[in-house]
Every structure is written in structure tokens, then in C-alpha cells.
């Protein structure tokens, strides 16, 4: 997605983050292949092009970097940050003694780091940051000696651990409904199989409730944080009313039926055909092999249709419904959409004729603003 007015927003963004909280070293940790690779490539285009004073990128591939379980290598991160941390002011902090009216020091920048959802990566790096900065405070006040560690500190260390994964699992709750992920690193500092098997599991459980039990969540956010104003005439039906045409609603129900009759052949006794069929003579039988055949090509073509069609099966919010980004089609659109099904061209459009005339003349037309809890001006809300 290419937009024109992107570049002066991350600009002004920018300009606005400087003023305010001094210089931006922004560093982002996601993946150089794959679907991640157009994030990353639209960042570092925008980021040179936005040329602002006093910001700096950084790119660190987290995944690649530290595959293997090779986590350790989050040190090499620190190793590009570390002139950026002593020189530039990132790394000084806000210091106030007792005995002198003024701050003995400030803090003049920020690292901001990001991955895909700024959450399991982001705290990984961020936490490591943490401790170095907390480090160098302590040696710096003398609290430490200049050759020790804070890792020799057991309980110092384990509070410190403990804290970045709560931090970790609390935001990782309220916004993907599961704990963090890589938090037997942040608690333990080695990366296990045991936190392996556990990222899999709430990897697995985040798809489900992301995809099927979401919308409701961020109807949540949105109405509690005034991203969402009601408007005369709204229908509070519009929540509970599913407008979706028949062709895409029927296919789920579709398939729990069949497997249902699938499960009711297998299962329930049958009745002897010699007394349903005797006058057919004694060795009268019948075969299930039809009566397979059919339910089994019903679970296959709806599932099927449910693959290909991926996108009209996610439980999108209802307040504010991002219409305009599912079905954008301008500059910067890829037709290979990651998680959106298999999107086969001819029955793609047919579907999408399901969506209303309405959203998608917006969707071509309307200059696409962000759309992100709070930045939407109220007057949109009631147009």
C-alpha cells in the first residue's frame, strides 16, 4: 500500500517525537523474506525519504539473527546500539541528587523498536536494552564496580527478569488474548525446548481467537478509547446482523453437517436389511459407499471454498471495520496477500461482489487515512 501522504506523516510523527522526547533511533526487527519482507522495505523507502534530523534506522533480521536458539546473538544488536547509547545521548537518563536543585542529568533520545505486532520480538530486544542501560547506570552511580555485572546479582537479576515478562504477558493479553511469546528467554536468559513448545501452543491459540473471536475486542478498544463515535441513525443491529452474502455464509454450516452425517454413518447402529429389504430376498444388503461419497465431497468443496475464500471468515470488528484496507487496490497492492486465503481471481471477484457497492467505491476513491485507535478525526464517524 502506497500512499501519497505517507511520507509527510511519518515525517511530521518524527518531527513531533524529536521535539519532544529528543533523538530517535528506531530499529526494526523483521524478517528480510517472506511476507515480511514489503514491511520492511516500505519502512527503510519512507525512512529515507522522510530525511529527518536527529533519527537514525537500524535494521536486525531477529529471526535470522538468532535462529537455532542462538539467542545470545541479541548481543550483537546491542553492538550496533552501543556508540548510539554512549555518543548521542540515547543512553544518558534522567538523574537528580538530593543535594542540587537541578537534574544532574537527561535523558535526550529514545530507542523504539519494532517487529510485526510490537510484541514478542519488541520486548525481547527492548528488555536487552533495558538491562544494558540499567548496567551502565549502576556502574556509573558506583553502585557496581566498573568490571561487574548485574548478572551476578541473583535477585536483582530474577526481579529484573520477572518484570519485563509480566510487562511482556500483560500487553501480549489484552492485545492478542494469550501470553507473550520467547518469554522463557526474557525470565530465565536461555532460550529452551520447553518455551519452544509453549510459543507453539499460544501461537496456535493466538490464530484461533485473532481470526475467529477478535472483532468484538477491538469493537472494545475502539469504543472505549473514542476511536469509534455513534452517529444519528446508527442501527445497533449492524453488531449482531450478519450481512455477508448467502454463498459465503452457508459453507461452514455446510461442512458441520456433513461431517456430522460423516460421523452418524460411522457411529450409529444399522438396522438389518433383511427386515428393511426382505423382499428382496434374504440376502438382501446395502451399501454406504454413496451415502459416503456425498457427505465426504461436501466436507472437501467446503472446505474447500473456506481456504480459498479465507479473508470472509475472519471476525472483523463491526465498529470500525477496516473495508478500506481489506480491499484496497492501488498503488503498492500485491495480489499475493498473506493469510487472505487462496484468492482465486474468478471467484474472488464473485464474492467480493457480496461486499457492498458503497465500501467499495470508498475503498477506490476515499483517500485512506490510518486507521489506528484514535486517529481517525470524529467528524469521520459521522459522514
Known sequence: MELQDTVDALRAHLQENVSLYGGQTLVNLVNQKGHEKPVKEAFEKYMAESNVPR????????????????????????????????????????????????????????????????????????????????????KELRVIQENDSVDNYDELTRDFREMWTDHANFISIAYSGTGALKTDFTRTGKRTRQGLLEDGWNSAVRYLKNNFFDGARQDAFDLMTGAWWPRRGWNPATLVVDRRPLIIRAPPYMLFFALFMTCAGLTLPRTSADKILGWLGPRADYSLFYYFLLWITLVVVSTAFIFIHGIDYVNWPRLLPPTDIIYYEGPGFRSAHHGKGLALPALEKAVSAGVSEKEHRRARSKKLDEIEMGSIPAKEHFD
Open 55 to 138: 533519527t537514525r534506522y537500524e535494521y536486525f533480521d531477529f529471526h535470522s539473527e538468532c535462529s537455532k536458539m542462538r539467542w545470545d546473538r541479541i548481543s550483537v544488536l546491542l553492538g550496533k546500539l552501543e556508540e548510539e547509547l554512549i555518543q548521542n545521548g540515547v543512553g544518558r537518563y534522567f538523574h537528580l541528587a538530593s543535594n542540587k536543585p537541578e537534574p544532574v542529568k537527561l535523558q535526550t533520545g529514545v530507542i523504539r523498536s519494532n517487529c510485526m505486532d510490537n510484541l514478542d520480538r519488541t520486548n525481547v530486544a527492548q528488555s536487552a536494552i533495558a538491562k544494558w542501560m540499567l548496567e551502565r547506570q549502576l
